[in-house]
């Protein structure tokens, strides 16, 4: 690739979509394919894709945004954590909004505690070195993408012996949650788009399960608009041909075994939690990452007391059911209206990886109208 105008040609894109056209005819079925990733799913409403694929292809949207399956007490923990004296709790900018049950970080920090956006966990080790008389936190969530980086800073905090650092850890793995989904007799997929940036660290390996168990095709995609059409194009093209394979699309980023030295700090660093709670698809085992006892002087979960409490959603909220792809973002009630990106009551309207917070963004609201 040297520029990214060769992954946004519309005449390729309209071959693409014509041979989309003629494979889903020949299956003569409504195919059902799920977008895993948020990422995904924030670059099909920008451009339009769903809008021009066949009828009969439908894109379900999947968990793969890291701060719509957070639940509200693992945000009411952070914000716990936030309110300790002598505190500077830091975290990605989409965590802020997040609704906890009763509260934000963003209104927590507007009542008076030291909570901080930053754009890496480096950014908040570099806060703990310039305020050595101060606990920092960092808020480390995300799938296995973002780990590798909390993984090594940890790493480097333990190498320069820093005691007033430590993470909040609130990372989780993407295979347990598929599995989740493909044990959900509500949902009945076709075939899914698989991650690009998670799989740049995984790799395409740890999906054969997908193919083999479930007899299900997966391509591993990338994020312009010509690597999402070829995607579903080599999804159908499995499905005509009755094969169940993984597939990469992805191959000018993703490797078959993923990034060996990210998933070496992972695992020096990270330990699988036996259970982990997500958002709309509840308990799930194995699926998420704790930090491993030799690091412990770095697990803010350890060093502060923290309410470790189920809190149900708001009623209203259907971002539950959106996240597992049982419901569109349009079929809530209050979206749009009472929920909106300033002012959300679920995770999915809050990240700009959020299902509903593309669909607000780039959703054509005329063709949303006709489906309601």
Not at 206 to 223: A, D, E, M, N
Request: charged share 20%.
């Amino acid at each position: 690739m040297k520029y990214v105008d060769e992954f946004r040609q519309p005449e390729k894109a309209e071959a693409l979509r014509r041979e989309i056209e003629k494979l889903s005819q020949q299956l003569g079925k409504h195919l059902k394919i799920m977008e895993v990733c948020g990422g995904h799913t924030h670059s099909i409403f920008k451009y339009g894709i769903e809008e021009i694929l066949p009828n009969s292809v439908e894109l379900i949207h999947g968990p793969g945004c890291p701060v719509c399956v957070m639940p509200k007490g693992r945000i009411d923990d952070a914000i716990a954590i936030s309110q300790n004296p002598n505190i500077i709790f830091t975290t990605f900018g989409d965590a802020m909004r997040v609704p906890g049950s009763q509260t934000s970080l963003l209104q927590a920090r507007a009542t008076g505690a030291d909570i901080r956006m930053v754009y890496s966990p480096l950014d908040s080790l570099q806060i703990a070195r310039d305020n050595p008389d101060r606990e920092v936190v960092f808020f480390a969530l995300g799938f296995e993408t973002t780990a590798p980086s909390t993984a090594l800073t940890i790493l480097q905090a333990a190498a320069e012996k820093i005691s007033n650092f430590s993470m909040f850890s609130n990372h989780v793995l993407v295979i347990p949650a598929l599995k989740a989904l493909l044990e959900n007799p509500d949902l009945q997929l076709d075939g899914f788009v698989g991650p690009g940036h998670v799989s740049m660290v995984i790799g395409t390996e740890p999906y054969q399960f997908i193919s083999q168990k479930y007899h299900k095709p997966i391509v591993v995609s990338g994020f312009e608009p010509l690597d999402i059409f070829q995607s579903i194009w080599m999804l159908l093209k499995q499905l005509v041909e009755n094969r169940c394979q993984v597939e990469n699309q992805y191959n000018r980023l993703v490797q078959t075994n993923g990034n060996t030295l990210a998933l070496e700090a992972m695992n020096q660093v990270f330990a699988v939690r036996e259970n982990f709670d997500w958002r709309g698809l509840g308990e799930i085992p194995n699926s998420g990452l704790k930090i491993r006892a030799e690091y412990a002087q770095f697990d803010a979960e350890i060093k502060f007391t923290i309410p470790n409490l189920k809190v149900a959603d708001h009623k209203a909220c259907k971002c539950g059911e959106i996240l597992k792809g049982v419901l569109k973002p349009w079929e809530c009630k209050v979206f749009g209206t009472a929920c909106t990106p300033e002012t959300p009551i679920g995770t999915c309207m809050v990240s700009s990886e959020g299902a509903c917070a593309a669909y607000y963004k780039y959703g054509r609201l005329s063709t949303i109208a006709k489906r309601t």
